[in-house]
């Protein structure tokens, strides 16, 4: 009985054997597969590169540019050719756009509807002008520097841009001093020095407009 009892056993134990060997065989070849996928993504991933690396000759120098104007002009390494490509001159050496005003250009200082936009500008902020006093008395600080700061950038350059005579440049650097001059007394809630500069802004707007 003690015989048939250990065969039984012995039996039990061998059949799961092979199953167990199977399970590392499998995890075995499950890692190695893995490793291999690894490996084969490595070598896609540099041959990426490769093209790159075939710019270069067997028993060529290295060919580099100094700003287009030492070395090599039309050397990859820099990212352009600094006007050494281009028929006519550039704005700069990093720019592939000529000069401003140059022949062939598409943009002519002066025209007409570049003035009548800055002029719809200037009358614009002359409007928005009119609201300071009311600001001003009612001490909404915040207003008097939203109107002087958010539209007033075009307004800027609108007046720089027309401002072509001495007196016309010296009423335009007044224009700017009152508008600043708002700003900081409407940041210090300064309310008499306020007033009195936002007038100013407008006069010295309204007499700019009157000398274009």
Known sequence: MKIVAALALASTASAFAPASNNARQSVAMQAENSRREALSSIAAA???FLPAAANAAAGESPRFSVFGLIGDGSSYS?????GSDQAAKVYSPYSVYGSVGGEGALYEPGLAEEIARKKAYITESQKRLTFLPGYVEKKQWFNVKDELTRYMYETRGAVRGLAKTPEQKKLAKEFFLAIEEASLQATLKNQD???????????TLDAFVASL
Do not use: F, Q, T
């Open 46 to 48: 540099g041959a990426v």
């Open 78 to 82: 820099e990212g352009a050719a600094y």
């Open 193 to 203: 020095m306020c007033a009195k500069a936002s007038a100013a802004s407008s006069a």
